[in-house]
Each structure stands twice: as structure tokens, then as C-alpha cells.
């Protein structure tokens, strides 16, 4: 099982797109933690993967210490390992030397790229830009860590800049980029040329590195040229939606993703007494429904229409998919597969070794 344990509601930014506008000094409790912990051993996987969140989760190093302090303290044939999702301000040489120790082994770096673009939305509460250490302490995690995923958020107001972000996370060191377009905010039919033209533009650069045999991975377009290749896609089946990853709020409530986190609707269970099956079945049951539209879409099997998350916050409807999500996957499609079928044709052995070879 992935757990998700939000250790802290509080953030040391104010980014000016931050979905969670109401931020609280909310904190998780130590004993929900080890409740949570005995919870899993009780269940005696052979792995389990804790990711510490927030807010800001370095904002409690100390928690983080105890969580992995008690766990060994622990007599268990399950392997644990550890992941963070940060921005990255207070990461510094004793915590990174920590992680590398304690098997940290996926870190969600928040970066939106070069230090124009950066300092345009991720800023701290006074104001201030956030690049200069933000950059400094990125170089030093590359080097000590792998699995580091650049996690770079594309507004209306970056998103003409995209390219120029790429190119510089690339050049210094990231190997995976997560693009998180930012679906709430008001895109109109007018942004759509400007959202494939920069799309495009990014799969130039993919395609250079790719060719040139750097191993990085840009994930919407692997994750969509593999939609292809295996003709199925189902985004609550590939998240494991309340089956294999679960989000622990600060409360100690138990929810099966992110977006959910706060809304008594989705709760499926506590850290005390584990998932609640029926309502858990019940919710993922009702995730996997469809609109008459998409089951006749011709791309349904490709599109990501069956993220109820992402439906939850675009449309407040965990089975309504918003126009721009619908618009945008047509968008990465089209541009994946232009840049596949490019790939293939001209580098047939790099293509069937990035996407078909195991260990991919």
C-alpha cells in the first residue's frame, strides 16, 4: 500500500494558482501516524511506500523523524521506503544526507522552471521570488538522489514560456518532468492553439533527447504513446483509486486521492480502524461510470476522461468532464502520437527500446 500522509496543512509559499486558498496551521498527530503504520503492518505486505505532504511537509522535519524512528522500532518483513513532496526551501545538506540513508526513493520536486517563470507565481508570503534556493537546493538533490520528478504547474501565464522551462530543467540535471496543467483556472476556446502550440514545442525538445539517447522522460507524452501501445487507458485503474494509494488527511481520515482531501463525502475509512470496504467499493464504483459522450469517443480508451479527481475539481461531478480536459487530451494525443510515429520511423531501434523493453 502507498500512503500519502499529510503532515501539515501549513505552507512557508503563497503561490498565486495554490488550489488550497484556505490555508489552515492544521498537523497530523503522532499517533495517528503510528496508527496508520500498525494499520499497514497489520496487513503484512512485502513492500509500502510512505510519501510525507502538505502544505509543506518540511515544515515538520520532526515528524518525519519519528514516523521512521517507529517503524524501526518495529519487528516486520515488510520493506518500507520513503517519498516527499516539497518545494524544495528547506531542504538542506543534513536532511538530504538523511534521505538518501532512510531509502527515500521518490521525491516531487515543485519547480516551474527558469528563473523568470518561477518567480512569476511560486513566491513566499512576503512576496519574494523563490528561484535562487530553490534552484541551489534542486542541483544538490539531483546529485544525491534518483526518481526526482520536477513537478512544474502550467498556468495561462507561464504557459507560453513552457519550452524555455523544459530546456532548463532538463540542462540542469531533472530526467522527469510532470507537467500539471492547471485545469481550474478560466482557459477559453482562444488558448487552445496556444496550448498545442506549446505542447508541441515541448515534444521537439523531448524528441532531441530521446534521439540523442539522454534518458529523461516527459511523463503526459510516455504516458500517452503507451496508451497506444497497450489501446487501453483507465487513469482510476492506473492510480489504484482507493485500492492501493490512500491519502491521510491531518485529521487521520482516510481518502482515496488528493483532491478529496477535506470533503466528508470521500472519506473511506480513519488511520484507527483502517479503509471502510463498503464505502471505499461503493466510491469506485461509482468512479468508473461514464457519459453516453465519451463511451462513444473514439479515443476513449487513450483519454484520461475517467479521472474523477480531476472532474471533482473542474466540474464539482466526479463522472462530468470538462471541456477543456476533453479538448486538452485530444491536444497530447494528437502530439504524442506525431511525435511517435516521427520517432519510429526514423529511429525504430531507440522507440522500441524507450517504450517497449522492459524495465522502461
Same mark, same amino acid.
Given at each position: 500500500m502507498n500512503y500519502r500522509l499529510y503532515l501539515t496543512e501549513n505552507c512557508n509559499l503563497k503561490c498565486k494558482y495554490c488550489y488550497e486558498k484556505n490555508k489552515t496551521t492544521n498537523e497530523m498527530d503522532l499517533e495517528n501516524i503510528k496508527s496508520i503504520i500498525d494499520y499497514e503492518l497489520k496487513q503484512n505486505n512485502k513492500n509500502s511506500l510512505i510519501n510525507f505532504y502538505g502544505g509543506e511537509p518540511l515544515l515538520r522535519k520532526d515528524l518525519i523523524y519519528k514516523t521512521i524512528d517507529y517503524i524501526k522500532s518495529k519487528s516486520t518483513n515488510t520493506k518500507f521506503n520513503f517519498g516527499l513532496a516539497t518545494n524544495g526551501i528547506l531542504l538542506d545538506d543534513e536532511f538530504l544526507k538523511y534521505m538518501k540513508k532512510n531509502n527515500f526513493t521518490h521525491i516531487a520536486y515543485s519547480f516551474d522552471g527558469n528563473e523568470e517563470v518561477q518567480n512569476r507565481n511560486r513566491i513566499m508570503a512576503d512576496g519574494k521570488g523563490t528561484f535562487d534556493v530553490v534552484e541551489k537546493n534542486a542541483k544538490k538533490t539531483l546529485k544525491v538522489l534518483k526518481n526526482v520528478v520536477a513537478m512544474v504547474t502550467v498556468t495561462q501565464n507561464t504557459l507560453q514560456n513552457l519550452s524555455d522551462s523544459v530546456e532548463y530543467l532538463i540542462s540542469i540535471g531533472f530526467k522527469i518532468i510532470n507537467l500539471q496543467f492547471d485545469y481550474t483556472a478560466d482557459w477559453t476556446d482562444a488558448d487552445l492553439d496556444k496550448i498545442e502550440d506549446a505542447y508541441r514545442k515541448v515534444s521537439e525538445i523531448y524528441y532531441k533527447n530521446i534521439v540523442k539517447?539522454?534518458?529523461?522522460?516527459?511523463?503526459?507524452?510516455?504516458? &500517452?504513446?503507451?496508451?497506444? %501501445?497497450?489501446? @487501453?487507458?483507465?487513469?482510476?485503474?492506473?492510480?489504484?483509486?482507493? #485500492?492501493?494509494?490512500?491519502?491521510?488527511?491531518?485529521?487521520?481520515?482516510?481518502?482515496?486521492?488528493?483532491?478529496?482531501?477535506?470533503?466528508?463525502?470521500?472519506?473511506?475509512?480513519?488511520?484507527?480502524?483502517?479503509?471502510?470496504?463498503?464505502?471505499?467499493?461503493?466510491?469506485?464504483?461509482?468512479?468508473?461510470?461514464?457519459?453516453?459522450?465519451?463511451?462513444?469517443?473514439?479515443?476513449?480508451?487513450?483519454?484520461?476522461?475517467?479521472?474523477?479527481?480531476?472532474?471533482?475539481?473542474?466540474?464539482?461531478?466526479?463522472? &462530468?468532464?470538462?471541456?477543456? %480536459?476533453?479538448? @486538452?487530451?485530444?491536444?497530447?494525443?494528437?502530439?504524442?502520437?506525431? #511525435?511517435?510515429?516521427k520517432l519510429y520511423n526514423n529511429y525504430p531501434k531507440i522507440f522500441i527500446q524507450k517504450f517497449y523493453n522492459k524495465g522502461r
Open positions: 539517447k539522454n534518458r529523461i522522460n516527459i511523463l503526459i507524452f510516455d504516458k &500517452k504513446i503507451r496508451t497506444y %501501445i497497450d489501446d @487501453t487507458y483507465v487513469c482510476n485503474k492506473e492510480c489504484n483509486f482507493g #485500492m492501493e494509494n490512500l491519502y491521510v488527511a491531518t485529521d487521520g481520515n482516510l481518502y482515496p486521492c488528493v483532491q478529496f482531501v477535506g470533503n466528508s463525502e470521500y472519506v473511506i475509512g480513519n488511520c484507527k480502524e483502517g479503509v471502510e470496504i463498503s464505502r471505499r467499493d461503493t466510491l469506485i464504483k461509482n468512479a468508473f461510470k461514464e457519459s453516453e459522450t465519451c463511451k462513444q469517443c473514439a479515443i476513449k480508451n487513450r483519454c484520461n476522461h475517467t479521472c474523477c479527481c480531476r472532474n471533482y475539481v473542474t466540474m464539482k461531478d466526479i463522472n &462530468k468532464v470538462s471541456p477543456i %480536459i476533453c479538448e @486538452t487530451e485530444k491536444i497530447f494525443i494528437k502530439i504524442s502520437d506525431e #511525435m511517435a510515429e
